[in-house]
Structures are given as C-alpha cells and as structure tokens.
C-alpha cells in the first residue's frame, strides 16, 4: 500500500479527495488516559471533497487490498464499513451531508463480527427500566442524588444485555444486594452457578451512569460473568467533564475480567446480541470538524453521551444517555433524524434538558424516564417532560426513580408486564470512589 500524503493510521486510504490535516484521537477503551494517550487510542482521519461514488470506489479497493469486510450499512443516504486489514479493525463511514469519509482505526477491538453474536433461547426478551432512588426534593445532598440510571435487558438466551449503573449513593449496601438478587432472578445460571452479562454498555463517562458497575462488579465479580463491555466515550484528555470515577469501573473491569470482549462504538454499527438488535445512530466523535481535528466542538459533556436504537421483536426502544441541544443540533444538520422513530424512549438527562425536535423525530408511545416523578415534574423540569408528553399514549410514562418497571415487546408496542418496588433509600456511607477530582 502507497501511503498518501497526511496519512497517520495504516489501513488504505480513498484515493479520491483531501485527506485532512492531523488525526483525531477518539480516547482508549479500558485504559486510563488521564496522564497522556495510552497505547489503545482510537485514531479517526478524515478525508474531505468526496462524493458516494468515491466512497464505493474505496470499499472495492479495501476488498482487492484483501482487507475482510464484516460489516456494510447504509442510513439513508450515508454508507459506512467495518473491515479488518493487517490484524487491526477500522470503521470507514460516509457522510453525504459533509462530502466527507470518517476512517477510524480501533487498536483493541475485535472485528464486529466476533463481538456480536446471534444464538438465542426461548426466553421473552423483557426490558426492566430498573428503579434507583432518587432524592424526594429534587435536590443533591450528602447522600442522595437527583440523577443516575440503570437498564437491564433480560436477553431471549437468557443473558443480560446491561445499560449503565447509577450513582455510588444509589448503591447502599441493601441497594446493590437488591440489583443483584435482582439479576439472580431474571437471568439464566451457567453451569458454574454464575450470571451471565453478555454485554454492560455504557453510554458516557460520567460516575452516575458507572458506579453501579463498578460496586457491583467488586463485591459479585465471583458469581457474574461479564462477557462483553461497549461505550463511546472519547478521550478524557480532549473531553472536559469526564468523572475520574469511571477509571474505578475500568479498572474493576479489567482486574477481574481481563478477557472481556470490547467494542468502541461508532455512528452506523448494527449488530445483533442475540435477539437484539443494536444500531448506533450518534458518536461524539461525529462532531469533530475536519479543519480541527484537535478540538471537540461540545461545551456539555453530556452531549458526548452515545445514542443507540434497541430492536426487539421488531419494537425499538431509544436510548438517549443524558444527551443534549448540542446533539440535537448537529444531528439536524448532519445527522439522519429519520432513523429516530421508536416504540419506547429513554427520556435524556434525567429530564434536565428541553429536546422539542428530538423528541418529534422519536415519537415513542411510551417514555421512561430516569427520575422519580417529583423529579421529572419538578417546576424547572415539568417543561422539558411536556414535549415527551405530546408523543406518549394514555399516561404511558414511568418513572424509574418510583419502581422497576417491565416491558415486553408485542406487535402494538412495548406493554408494561409487570412492577416491582424500589430497593434501597438514602446513601449508607458503605464505599467511595477511588479516583476522585
Ligand atoms: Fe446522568
């Protein structure tokens, strides 16, 4: 392979168009980045003036290079693919608002193919949108918190396709053994007696959607076999707002699960885990421009909060992490906001953030939201719940800070199949985060 000229990471590059100045470091999967780059570092180049043709072009000349396609999907009119080329896995997506092809190169990462898998069993697939307790005022205090979120999506094969954490004052001593008889009851036991998580996602790096984790992973780590980590976080040292206490989770991963199977997520992967289907539809790494590639145009850091869509039985449920205006922006400009449309949604941020056009695109029948009902109807809150209102169908909308709430896939929509109370109340002092500020 001829290197071009501006060329910083090993796979072919398009022979068309202008490959732009620099790289853009995408952050490491389960290192601490907090002291400089690690040797994980996603690497995204971008090359700029090129059109569909081009990009076909290149997808043909990655094949005759002898790089192993393993994934190709198209979202309207931008195309991308996953393909690995020398050993390493890279992610080639063009964007037909921008003329641009976005090429990353993931270090650590297994080819797509491997990390999804698509073996199921009898199980019905249930959605438990779990409860954690959140303060009864709306308020922060020494030991309760008005945010955090966890979900947990009990798999057809009997696995757990897990969905951030909560907040370490959500995870009390009777809290975190509740989430995992929790777990204990609604998944499958291997042979060894243990829990199986197929995957734990992660939808942004801060400590009220990781400490869960982190606690449950230390003290149950015997009993749970986790299986497969994801997230798009980008890198801290580009990214400021990142909580150090998502290092604790990393670190907690990788001590007790050095073999866990790791995926960087990026715009247009579509992939199955057993009977679910996962399709990333936003990254932050999207929003880097080609003329700085040093620079993360994002003043929130929750707007660096990966968005996905869940497929069950043919029923999508949104994922939103606690993203923000600034996506709903960028996603207007240069995003695909008709592939939005969704059965159910995760109401963003807790429902801090006023999201009209996003929440229009989703037009979900049924909303759940990640506070308690006080919260969500709180006087700075009640504006930003009324545009999830318009969308939703006969008060279809729950509160996980009230309860554990469970949902079916059924050809109608999501149905709510059964309630269970909350565990846990305010914070007992029973551990800390490691890494602080
Ligand atoms: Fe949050």
Not at 215 to 224: E, M, N, S, V
């Amino acid at each position: 392979m001829n290197k071009r000229e501006n060329q910083m990471i090993g796979c072919p590059m398009p022979e068309k168009g202008v490959i732009a100045k620099g790289v853009y470091d995408a952050g490491p999967m389960l290192k601490d980045d907090t002291n400089g780059p690690t040797n994980e570092e996603s690497l995204m180049q971008v090359v700029c003036g090129v059109n569909i043709c081009d990009f076909n072009e290149y997808v043909e000349m990655l094949k005759k290079s002898g790089a192993r396609i393993y994934l190709e999907n198209g979202m309207i009119n931008d195309r991308c693919v996953g393909f690995e080329y020398n050993d390493k896995q890279y992610y080639a997506m063009f964007s037909s608002k921008r003329n641009e092809i976005r090429i990353v190169e993931d270090p650590v990462e297994l080819p797509l193919d491997k990390f999804a898998y698509s073996e199921t069993g009898d199980k019905k697939t249930t959605v438990y949108c779990y409860g954690l307790y959140h303060d009864p005022a709306n308020k922060n205090t020494l030991n309760t918190i008005n945010c955090g979120m966890i979900y947990i999506i009990r798999l057809s094969d009997g696995s757990l396709f897990v969905v951030d954490g909560g907040y370490y004052f959500q995870h009390s001593k009777e809290a975190n053994d509740a989430l995992f008889n929790f777990m204990s009851e609604i998944a499958d036991k291997q042979d060894d007696g243990r829990i199986r998580i197929s995957c734990w996602y992660f939808t942004h790096g801060h400590d009220d959607h990781t400490d869960g984790c982190t606690r449950l992973l230390t003290r149950f780590h015997d009993k749970i076999n986790l299986e497969r980590v994801m997230h798009g976080f980008q890198s801290r040292l580009l990214c400021r707002g990142f909580s150090p206490a998502c290092i604790d989770m990393k670190e907690v991963v990788t001590e007790y699960y050095p073999n866990v199977k790791t995926l960087k997520l990026h715009t247009g992967q579509k992939f199955r885990l057993s009977d679910m289907t996962v399709e990333v539809l936003f990254a932050a790494e999207d929003t880097i421009s080609a003329d700085a590639l040093d620079t993360v145009p994002l003043r929130d850091f929750n707007s660096t909060s990966t968005i996905v869509k869940l497929t069950i039985d043919g029923q999508h449920f949104m994922l939103l992490g606690d993203t923000t205006t600034e996506t709903e922006a960028f996603t207007e400009k240069y995003g695909n906001p008709e592939l939005w449309k969704a059965e159910m949604v995760q109401v963003s941020h807790h429902c801090f953030n006023h999201l009209p056009k996003m929440y229009e695109w989703i037009s979900a029948p049924v909303a759940s939201v990640p506070n308690r009902f006080y919260g969500a109807h709180a006087h700075d809150n009640i504006h930003k719940l009324r545009e999830v209102f318009k969308y939703t169908k006969d008060g279809q909308v729950y509160y996980n800070g009230d309860a554990t709430y469970a949902f079916e896939a059924t050809k109608d929509g999501f149905v709510n199949v059964a309630t269970y109370p909350l565990s846990g109340k305010e914070f007992d002092m029973s551990w800390k985060h490691k890494h602080t500020v």
